[in-house]
Nanobody
Framework: QVQLVESGGGAVQAGGSLRLSCSAS????????MGWFRQTPGKEREFVAS????????YAADSMKGRFTISRDNAKNTVYLQMSSLKPEDTAVYYC????????????????WGKGTLVTVSS
């Protein structure tokens, strides 16, 4: 098990930027692929972006490509989500997740979750 704690959420105006961080502890962080997901009330948890254990491959949902960038620093046991050109529809609770499996783009495949951080984008 790896324990995950998100930070960096908050309120921002449309067009602004935020950087979310997710700090990991417990098992060896570099063994895990990491992902960011988000959820709004009444909706399923949605894939945002993911990154392989080495950072060599990154994936993002189509609606977020070009606006959201995932990165990781294995020396700091931290994964980041840089969000720019934010829109009101990006308002959600953002969750960090980890897996040592082969699928890191679906919420059901992730093994460990943080408690989330709220991002609110106003128009």
């Amino acid at each position: 098990q790896v324990q995950l704690v998100e930070s960096g959420g908050g309120a921002v105006q449309a067009g602004g930027s935020l950087r979310l961080s997710c700090s990991a502890s417990g098992r060896t962080f570099s063994n895990y692929a990491m992902g960011w997901f988000r959820q709004t009330p009444g909706k399923e948890r949605e894939f945002v972006a993911s990154i392989t254990w080495s950072g060599s491959s990154k994936y993002a949902a189509d609606s977020m490509k070009g606006r959201f960038t995932i990165s990781r620093d294995n020396a700091k046991n931290t994964v980041y989500l840089q969000m720019s050109s934010l829109k009101p529809e990006d308002t959600a609770v953002y969750y960090c997740a980890a897996t040592n499996g082969a699928d890191y783009r679906h919420a059901y495949a992730m093994d460990n979750w943080g408690k989330g951080t709220l991002v609110t984008v106003s128009s």
